[in-house]
């Protein structure tokens, strides 16, 4: 496993079709984790708990309604990351500081910090899945 370099010309291997499922999954994935936890969560009424329970019901409406908000985090690395893939420089490195990167440049534009590590932590996912989906995009011949 190469932790910067992948296969030169992956972009092409995997296609524009699954690049762009693998964002949506990437995108909407959250929505269905952070629902499905809320519906056990209700389901059991745990909110009423106490402090600690509330915390997990916030933590888990945080995550159902991320979507709403790390989408222009992707919207801004999806071309870098082509592009990346295509010169055989999107291993786990440039995948993070990309996503980094793109959080950083939304810091700027609105001042709030998260951005930088959902952005590592998107890219990251998206690289993940899309070596699960087209190995062949990120293995190096030795």
């Given amino acids: 496993m190469n ?3 992948s296969t030169p010309d992956g972009f092409h291997g995997i296609g524009l079709k699954a690049y762009a499922k693998a964002n949506l999954i990437i995108w909407i994935a959250p929505w269905f ?16 708990w106490g402090d600690r329970w509330l915390m997990a019901w916030t933590l888990s409406l945080l ?5 709403a908000v790390t989408w222009f985090v992707l919207i801004l690395a999806a071309p ?9 420089w999107f291993g786990w490195i440039p995948a993070v500081l990309t996503g980094m990167g793109t959080g950083a440049l939304i810091f700027a534009l609105t001042g ?16 993940w899945l899309l070596g699960r989906w087209h190995p062949a995009a990120f293995a190096l011949a030795d």
Wanted: charged share 10%; net charge neutral; proline share 2%.
């Fill in 112 to 127: 709030e910090a998260w951005v930088i590590s959902v952005g590592a932590a998107l890219t990251i996912a998206l690289r």
């Fill in 33 to 48: 984790i952070g629902a499905l936890l809320l519906g056990v969560q209700w389901s059991l009424g745990s909110q009423s």
């Fill in 3 to 5: 932790m910067i370099l």
């Fill in 80 to 88: 870098l990351v082509a592009v990346l893939m295509d010169r055989g």
């Fill in 63 to 67: 995550v159902t309604l991320s979507p």
